[in-house]
């Protein structure tokens, strides 16, 4: 898909249609927002009050409708699927607006250039706010809370109003309902955004998603270990802080993910021990699996984060570590597929963290394969199997005590 900007979206749209039926072709929803914002967006999401003979006639496909609403599309060679949402009248199209979630995508743009804008969106839009369609916008769909704190991820300010619409009412029941997938999808679009830590704070603040949740809500209540390590306190603050730092070196949803709960285990500790967490990194490799699975998480977060756990704490000790444990820890990440992601939850897990050394040349020789570590084959078949694998590491050792991983291209290495 084509990245449009103002400028370009409308003319281009004037090629789908023909003149006397733009002001009966609308652009709706985020599409809208991001023109009036002025920023490029990705998505055109199209309402058009025709007849279903004209979007026939002009090459549109019928889709077979699960819902109320009736789509079309057909592909273009420049920018792939468009979809249209057919409606009968402009009242309907009015209606469906005021249906919405917040003003700011409670917009429609004809492909006239009018714009329709029953709620004041686009004064929304230029002041930053986040507001409610109505009273019962959260009503109609309680997603729309998670929603709200993602967009608040993303920057803007939800309004005084909106707060209490969703602080005045106990959403745990309504949540039962919602498919869990949903909420996490929520959660990781938030993790993308500049500010993925409000979403986790908006949560607490709102006492929204305990359910949902409900690692969130017991951290607060944890210490994060003892303050001479942790000045901040809780492990609430400290997972706060430590997504904080990694945001502000990587936008990948998956490392910040990873940084947020890089002490899931901590949630495991007996009362009793606080303020410290012995085998909290081991306790965190076993939670992973059934948490990310509660959440109905991708394999890899779950992987990525039962490794992240296990490992961060190594990598904290990094400069006084053994080399055979630098390379054993490396072999790890490469299984796990965090080699990018250890070393910055690891930076990030204190104030004025400072990066694993040489991490890039231990990962590079933990990658070479007996030939690259100048091993002939007939030794290495000389060697008991069950040996194997404690001489191959002594060669890695030999190789980074020398200073020289051995290759010319670091990076390729890395890449294979």
């Known amino acids: 898909m084509l990245h449009f900007n103002m400028n370009r979206i409308l003319p281009f749209l004037h090629t789908l249609f023909p003149t006397e039926l733009h002001e009966r072709v609308f652009l709706v929803g985020g599409t809208v927002r991001d023109i009036v914002r002025g920023t490029a967006n990705q998505d055109i ?59 700011i ?51 803007w300010l939800m309004t005084t109003e909106t707060r209490a619409c969703i602080q005045r009412h106990d959403w745990t029941p309504q949540f039962t309902t919602i498919p869990v997938e949903r909420f996490s999808n ?8 500049s500010i993925p830590e409000l979403f986790f704070q908006r949560m607490l603040e ?10 969130l809500f017991r951290m607060p209540h944890i210490p994060a270990g003892p303050l001479v390590h942790h000045p901040e306190g809780d492990l609430f603050t400290h997972s706060f802080q430590v997504l904080q730092r990694v945001a502000a070196v990587t936008a990948d949803p998956l490392t910040r993910f990873c940084a947020f ?28 699996a059934s948490f990310c699975n509660r959440l109905c998480l991708p394999a890899s977060y779950r992987k990525a984060l039962a490794w992240v756990s296990r490992l961060h704490g190594k990598a904290n000790t990094w400069d006084g570590l053994r080399d055979s444990t630098r390379i054993k820890i490396a072999e790890q990440a490469i299984r796990a597929d965090i080699v990018d992601i250890l070393p910055l939850v690891a ?8 990066p694993m050394a040489r991490w890039e040349a231990v990962v590079a020789i933990a990658r070479m394969n007996s030939q690259e570590l100048g091993i002939e084959r007939k030794k290495l078949e000389s060697i008991p199997p069950e040996n194997r694998p404690s001489y191959l590491l002594q060669k890695r050792v030999d190789k980074l005590r020398r200073g020289d991983p051995g290759i010319h291209d670091v990076k390729g290495v890395l890449q294979r």
């Open 186 to 193: 929520e959660m990781i679009k938030a993790l993308g955004k």
């Open 45 to 103: 999401d199209l309402v058009a009050v025709i007849s279903p003979e004209q979007l026939l006639a002009l090459g549109y496909c019928r889709i077979e409708a699960t819902s109320s609403a009736t789509i079309y599309f057909k592909h273009h060679h420049s920018v792939g699927k468009i979809e249209v949402t057919a409606i009968e009248s402009m009242k309907e199209l009015r209606e469906d607006l005021l249906r919405r979630d917040f003003t």
């Open 347 to 354: 930076s990030a897990d204190k104030p004025g963290g400072v």
């Open 261 to 288: 709960f890089h002490d899931l285990g901590k949630l495991a500790t007996d009362p009793a021990h606080y303020p410290k967490h012995h085998g909290h990194d081991d306790s965190g490799f076993d939670m992973a």
């Open 105 to 155: 995508n409670a917009m429609a743009l004809g492909l006239d250039g009018v714009l329709r804008d029953p709620l004041n969106g686009k004064a929304d839009v230029e002041a930053g706010l986040l507001r409610a369609c109505s009273t019962r916008s959260f009503l109609r769909d309680p997603l729309r809370i998670f929603r709200a704190f993602r967009f608040e991820a993303e920057g």
């Open 206 to 215: 709102c006492e929204v998603g305990a359910a949902i949740l409900p690692e």
